[in-house]
Structures are given as structure tokens and as C-alpha cells.
């Protein structure tokens, strides 16, 4: 459940996108409009580079394309993974990684890079022809994105002249030209390379209008347009102990960027200003229970329908895969509302130029969010339920009546009253089910502290709650 114009209520539903599975596990979904205005969305697992065009899922891996990881072993410390690799000491490239992908859209064209691989670009005029190699990309890119110059960036990369791999090293075509990487061919080339200052490593980056925001694992810094040849770009730190924990695990809404730090916390940042730490009253739930040895399969997403920002995450509690996702509004009247939930997603993107946020499952299952009342057909499962609360500290109380009062009410609800005498006293539970007409609901429930549970499961299910009257009397005991 979300809460929208301050009242709770169910999320919308989901819908199959296609019927066709995925071949791998998707951690990265990039929707995309070509010059016809056809809507075209690729997929980047740890097995193939595919694309959802008209209805049809082609496959477009690059030739040649080896399978990646599914699951991390790396940062999580001394003895994950084989003997010299993983997050013990400084962490280098040998450490195991889930596949992530990165990219953009290049003209009409699809740009994106496995992580640690190379650089590809796929023609979107033909659904028959692979990905391939872009000429004179680095060979291995931890990240890459599309600036609004038209300048594909290879961050944390190889250097130009010695084709050493540098976790800080930042490389980026000439303007317009996808294959224009040596800085000094021809004598007017706008390729450049950087390397940023203090230490560790690149870990994403996201454009945000005109400017570039770059996160290493312990900073974030902005990338600015110069436009001259001397100096293309400009790259400042504008945050200290504030990195990125995983590179899908930020998102840009409108002029703000949104993420997770390395130690679990939630940053936000908006041009001209710095990083702040957003307050989370969910949070020690959320960090106490990530899996931290899969915290690159993060992935953060805009819900911009409601304003919100989402985060979907692997929770130990249910294994090694995204199982749980925590969200908060950050703009509108809701703004600083924080709610969760549990929903396997390994991929999430916002609606834009889609009509809805996408969603992918483990399996390879791409579904349409925010559409619907149902899980695709089946039962829709949601529930809320209040704190302990004094309803009388002096004398216990008997609830007798239940006046629901919500709005858009399809399916079944149930009503669970838990009541106690005492802090550390038995519980005793009793759940009532109403219907979208009923006025009232006969209860008894005795007790000084009360516990409030609505929940529902059914297809389809809707419910967005008011202001509920309980009609209460003291009982005379103590």
C-alpha cells in the first residue's frame, strides 16, 4: 500500500507485457521512442542483450557475448568468492559481480555495455542484426551513459594511452560521433579523457538535464559542459562519504537524484545544493535485513505518476534475489511518506515514453505496473496495520462497532482487531470480513491496547481508506 493525498491506499496492479520470457536474469530495462515514434524497450540480462519491439521480443546480444554472474560474491569481505577475489581490501576488478548493463538512447539508436565489457550500439531499424561493438570504445566499462551532447561516456574505464583499466578513469566520444575516442584524431576532436581525484572507484552515473552526476563508492561528483576543446567537461566533487552502494541503485527525478549509499543510507541531491541524507523511519528494517553481498542488484526507480521514488532490494530474509522494495513520495502533497513491500523484481523503470512503469521478474516475466486492479489475473495481496495503541490507560475498553469508510472498495476486506490488557499481556485476535456495501461490522474486542489490521486478497482488489469510527465503551474493569 502507498499513501496518496495522505490516506493509505493499495497499489495499482500488473499486467504481462508479452507472454515471451526473458532468456536470463534482467537487471536492466531501458524504454526508448525511435524517430517514427515506436515505442521500443531493451532488456540487459546476465545472459543476452534483447528488445521488445511491436509486441515481439528479438534478440540483439552482441556476437561473441559471454554469460555473466547472477549473483555477487564481492564486498561482502574476507573468504566470498574464490582465493583473491572479492571485497577483502581494496576492491578490484576480479571481483564477482551480478551483470548489470548500462546505456541510453543514441539518436534512435539502443548504446549499451555489460559491465566490465565493451561499448555496443544497435541499429533500431533492424530487429535481425546483433548489437555490435562500437569502434574505438574502451574494452572495459564499469558503467556508460549518454550525455545531452550526444557524447556516450565509458566511466571507470581503460586509459587512452596505455590501455590499463583505472576504476576513475572517465572517457568520452567526440560530440555526435559514436566511434571518435583518441582525443588528439582528428586535430578538432571533442574526445577527452579524465580521472577523478580521492580514491576508490566508479560505480554509476546519471545525466540529469544538462549536467552529469558520477558516483564512486564513496562520493558523488557533477559533471559540467564547458564546450571548449581545451576543457570539454568539468568534474567537481559536490559529496564526501555519500557514494553509490550498487550502479542501479539510483534514479533522477525531474532535477534531483535519488539513491543508496555503501552503509544503507538514502541521499538525495538537487542542482546548486548538496547532499542530503534523507530521514527514513523504515530504514534500520531495510538496512538491517539488505543482503549485503548483493547489494549491486539494487535497482532504484521513479513512480511518477504518485511522485514517488522506489527501491527494490535483495532481503535476507528470503534469500539472495530483489524480494522486498522500500518507497517514499518526494514530491506533492505526500512528500516524506515512506512505505514497503514484498515484490520480486530484479528490473524497474519508470513510465516515459511508455505509458506505465515496467517491472521484471527472476524468471523473465516483464509486466506493466500501475495497471489494473489484479496480479495479472490472479489475487492482488496487500494489508496495513497500525501500532499497539491506548485506547485507555485506566481501564479497559470494549470495542463494539466497526464504520468503514473508504473509497474505490472492489473485493473482499478483512478486519483483524489484536487487543491486550497489558504491555507484555496475551494477545487475543479476532478478523471480520465486509464487503464494498456494508455500513457497519459488528465486533467485540476487549482490552486497553489495540492493534488494527484491514488486508485483502483477491483479483481484483482496490481499497483506499478513510477516516474509520470504532464505537467504543469502557467495560468497568481495571
Known sequence: MRFRLGMPQVIGGWEALTATLLTGVCRWAFPWSTNDNQLHIAFGTHLALQVWVGGGVYDITPVGLVAGQIDGTGQAGYGTGPW?????????????????????????????????????????????????????????????????????????CNEEVSDDFNALCIRHSGVRRATEWET????????????????GRIIGGRAVGSYLLIWTNTSLFLGTYVGQLGQVWRFDKVGDHC??????????????????????????????????????????????????????????????????????????????????????????????????????????????????????????????????????????????ESADQYLSEDRAILVRTFWPDALEHVGPVTLTLTSRFKPRGDETSKSYVFGATEQKIDVRATGRLFRIRLSGSASPSAFRLGAPVFDMAPTGGR
Open 243 to 384: 557514494g553509490l552502494i550498487g550502479p542501479n541503485a539510483a534514479v533522477v527525478v525531474g532535477q534531483a537524484a535519488y539513491w543508496i549509499s555503501p552503509d544503507g543510507q538514502f541521499y538525495a541531491y538537487s542542482l546548486g545544493a548538496a547532499p542530503v541524507m534523507m530521514a527514513c523511519p523504515i530504514r534500520e528494517d531495510f538496512a538491517d535485513n539488505l543482503a549485503l553481498a548483493q547489494s549491486d542488484k539494487v535497482v532504484a526507480s521513479g513512480v511518477g505518476a504518485f511522485g514517488e521514488v522506489r527501491w527494490d532490494y535483495p532481503d535476507s530474509r528470503d534469500g539472495v534475489e530483489c524480494s522486498r522494495y522500500v518507497a517514499v513520495a518526494v514530491a506533492g502533497p505526500d512528500a516524506g511518506a515512506w512505505y514497503r513491500g514484498m515484490m520480486a523484481r530484479t528490473a524497474m523503470v519508470d513510465a516515459g515514453p511508455s505509458s506505465y512503469p515496467l517491472g521484471v521478474t527472476y524468471d523473465g516475466q516483464a509486466y506493466w505496473h500501475e495497471r489494473g486492479q489484479s496480479a495479472d489475473g490472479a489475487v492482488l495481496s496487500w494489508f496495513i
Open 184 to 199: 588528439d584524431t582528428p586535430a578538432d576532436s571533442t574526445a577527452r579523457e579524465y580521472v577523478l581525484t580521492g580514491g
Open 84 to 156: 583473491g577475489a572479492g571485497g577483502y581490501a581494496t576492491p578490484t576488478v576480479n571481483d564477482y559481480f551480478p551483470r548489470t548493463w548500462s546505456g541510453g538512447a543514441f539518436g534512435q539508436d539502443l548504446v549499451a555495455s555489460p559491465r566490465f565489457g565493451t561499448i555496443y550500439r544497435w541499429d533500431a531499424s533492424d530487429t535481425g542484426v546483433p548489437a555490435a561493438a562500437i569502434s574505438g570504445a574502451p574494452a572495459m566499462v564499469t558503467h556508460c551513459l549518454i550525455s545531452h551532447t550526444d557524447q556516450i561516456f565509458a566511466l571507470g
